[in-house]
């Protein structure tokens, strides 16, 4: 037995000192190498020859197999199972690389590259016979790596306790982040270096409906800097997150180290496993340009090809909408005085009306009117249904039963009017995160929309979760969601998810995702606002996994047009709001004002009524995050190219360079500019619009205002 012993201490020690592998980017730009010591798995990155990511440990935390542990419980060290994460020897490698070239359904190019090397580690634990797999792949713009679990004798169920993966960084990096959270990402984002984020995380958060923090811990995507003579940014965050929890991550301050942190499921337990898995990818983009960052799709080359058969239903919209009007307090979403009613029991045509619901025929009809006359394709209307007297904060689950129209909304008249004037409606089912009964009620609710041709359905968690207990990103919600999205591809229906997870280029495998919110969009210029900066953020962050619903387009930002003596104000200038229709990607493309406020300024509507919501190429101008975003795109089957430019709460000089234009051509182009007097807080709706012929050597000078921005619509001159 002793002899044994020995030689199963020199097998370790064998395969350790040739545990050490390297892998390279298809460009040679970057090197990961990785090394078990003592044990223990290991990785770093370099880049030109650099070391961006310092050793970094690798592994998992289990609970015992087969208990399912109450959260009382889940620290009980006595009830600790073999861990993932030391004890390993290395019994395989395997390389393997690609280069492909796919087409999205919906994207920013009509073609993108999927290049990488690939890197599959096999380690063995010989004291308890279990295998994994540690998955690197090295593509031009950074790394994605993964766990994968074979079936095997030994580990065939599990539950996670933590996945420690960390990230272990060299520098004291300027970084752009949210305060880690398993229900909300809707804050404010933060500026600062690493080392002051435990003294600023106290105060970087506010209320929401649903919230649960994870102190010290930020949110990912996070966008990062380091500063000085030779600027370098790094992205973190995931693709792929699928059957698993969403992550957040835990920072050491001291030493600029991340470790992976899970959203716990209402037992406190992380993930309940079952071999054959895999764990999503873990994603480092890296790139001296910001404007590398921000044009990967390294999160989308991470998912798989979607399995669907038929994507013909799935297509760009834009849209408008009855919400605004409710979001200001003009109107409600609710029908009666009542506080108190029961789906299928109360008769609400008995009710007293409040005589402020917004979803009525009168209404709804003049929104079709309006939004068919200027080209649009889609009509969003919330309050439609009934329940909304009493659908928060009371943790309701029967809330919403998504197919019953309130007595001042004919469901069937105003869906036939719309038809006849070339609009379809976009159904709303907010669900109050009674996500149980959205279950039990999809195929009903979906069927309705078949019935009445409606292909488009915009959901909505707010509140806590049903079943109670659970976070909007834990396992079993990231596994509705993924239901309801594959229920909805079984009736040709596009969904586009509010208050939900993160997107994290999912939309490839799932394209009828067509867009989600999961941040802060435009409605939180009435809750409080967003900052001038918070812009030129998100497509850093939030964006890198997938478009979002941000729903721009407001040209009354003042409140008190509405309220006299009201202080709020949507802190932009009317031109902004123009040019974010192209720095941000949105195939479900909403102009988020009512329509007065446009009748006021069609000739600055034009604009949002010719920019296209789907492209064939996108061009990242000029970028950095927090200051600024310059952004040309190519529309979809057209020679049409648009480009739009913001900036945060300081004016900026830009020379527009059209270059990427086809040479020899000739095009007219229409700028939509801040006025000279223009001003977010004192002016906002000055603006000038102006045309002009210009070809591929033009170079054009624009001006932007504090907190400002333009668009340029540029068209061949046949």
């Not at 961006?52 to 060290?77: H, T």
């Not at 959270?181 to 105060?203: C, G, H, N, V």
């Not at 409605?523 to 409080?528: D, L, M």
């Not at 190219?641 to 830009?654: A, Q």
């Amino acid at each position: 037995m002793k002899k044994f012993t020995i030689g199963a201490v020199l097998l370790t020690l064998m395969f350790n000192q040739f545990s050490a592998q390297s892998l390279k980017s298809p460009d040679g730009k970057f090197e990961m190498n990785f090394q078990l010591k003592s044990g223990i798995p290991f990785y770093n990155l370099k880049y030109n020859g650099a070391v961006v990511v310092e050793d970094s440990k690798l592994g998992l935390r289990l609970l015992k197999d087969g208990d399912i542990q109450f959260a009382s419980e889940v620290e009980n060290k006595n009830n600790q199972g073999k861990n993932l994460n030391s004890g390993f020897v290395k019994t395989a490698e395997k390389f393997d690389s690609k280069n492909e070239t796919w087409q999205p359904v919906l994207g920013e190019k009509k073609n993108y590259i999927n290049n990488y090397n690939e890197l599959a580690v096999t380690l063995n634990q010989p004291e308890n016979d279990r295998s994994i797999v540690i998955k690197f792949r090295l593509f031009n713009d950074g790394l994605g790596f993964r766990y994968e679990f074979p079936q095997q004798k030994n580990l065939n169920y599990f539950i996670i306790k933590e996945e420690d993966s960390e990230i272990d960084l060299p520098w004291d990096m300027k970084a752009w982040w949210l305060a880690g959270d398993y229900d909300t990402e809707e804050y404010q984002t933060q500026t600062s270096k690493l080392s002051e984020i435990p003294a600023k995380w106290p105060t970087s958060f506010e209320g929401n409906a649903s919230q649960n923090l994870v102190k010290n811990g930020v949110q990912i995507p996070l966008m990062m800097k380091k500063e000085g003579a030779s600027p370098l940014y790094i992205n973190l965050g995931e693709a792929a997150v699928i059957n698993y929890p969403a992550a957040n991550l835990e920072l050491d301050a001291d030493n600029f180290k991340f470790k992976t942190h899970l959203t716990p499921d209402a037992q406190g337990a992380k993930g309940y496993m079952q071999t054959p898995s895999t764990t999503p990818w873990r994603t480092i983009i890296v790139s001296p340009k910001a404007e590398v960052v921000l044009d990967s799709k390294m999160l989308f080359n991470l998912n798989e090809p979607t399995k669907y058969t038929d994507t013909s239903y799935i297509h760009p919209t834009k849209y408008m909408g009855v919400w605004w009007e409710m979001i200001i307090g003009k109107s409600q979403w609710a029908y009666s005085t009542a506080n108190n009613v029961h789906i299928g029991e109360t008769d609400f045509t008995k009710l007293t009306p409040n005589g402020k619901h917004a979803a009525n025929n009168t209404k709804v009809k003049e929104y079709i009117d309006f939004a068919s006359a200027n080209g649009f394709q889609g009509l969003l209307i919330e309050g439609w249904n009934v329940g909304w007297e009493d659908w928060f904060g009371h943790s309701k689950e029967f809330v919403f039963d998504f197919i019953t129209p309130y007595p001042d909304f004919d469901i069937k008249m105003l869906n036939d009017y719309a038809h006849s004037k070339g609009i379809k409606l976009i159904m709303h089912h907010e669900t109050s995160g009674s996500a149980t009964n959205y279950e039990r009620w999809a195929d009903k609710a979906f069927k309705l929309m078949n019935d009445y041709g409606y292909d488009a359905v915009k959901t909505g968690y707010v509140g806590n979760i049903i079943p109670r207990g659970e976070h909007h990103y834990s396992q079993w919600t990231i596994n509705h969601y993924r239901r309801i999205i594959e229920k909805a591809n079984e009736y040709k229906i596009m969904v586009n998810s509010h208050e939900s997870v993160r997107p994290t280029g999912e939309s490839r495998t799932y394209p009828n995702w067509i867009a989600a919110e999961a941040a802060r969009g435009t409605e939180f210029e009435a809750f409080g606002g967003n900052n001038p900066d918070h812009q030129t953020i998100l497509p850093f962050t939030r964006w890198m996994g997938g478009p979002m619903d941000y729903t721009p387009g407001i040209f009354q930002t003042k409140f008190d047009y509405y309220f006299p003596g009201d202080k709020r104000y949507v802190k932009t200038t009317l031109a902004k709001q123009l040019g974010l229709y192209v720095v941000m990607y949105q195939p479900l493309q909403m102009a988020a004002d009512l329509p007065e406020n446009y009748a006021k300024h069609m000739d600055a509507f034009q604009f949002i009524k010719d920019v296209a919501a789907d492209w064939d190429d996108t061009k990242i101008l000029t970028a950095e995050p927090g200051d600024y975003i310059h952004t040309a795109r190519k529309a979809k089957g057209t020679d049409n190219w648009f480009v739009g430019g913001i900036t945060d709460e300081n004016p900026r000089d830009f020379t527009v360079d059209f270059s990427f234009l086809d040479k020899g051509k000739k095009y007219e182009a229409t700028i939509y500019e801040d006025g000279k007097d223009a001003d977010y807080i004192n002016n906002p709706q000055s603006y000038h619009i102006y045309k002009k012929t210009i070809t591929s050597k033009t170079k054009l000078p624009v001006h932007l205002v504090r907190s400002g921005g333009y668009a340029i619509s540029v068209k061949p001159i046949k």
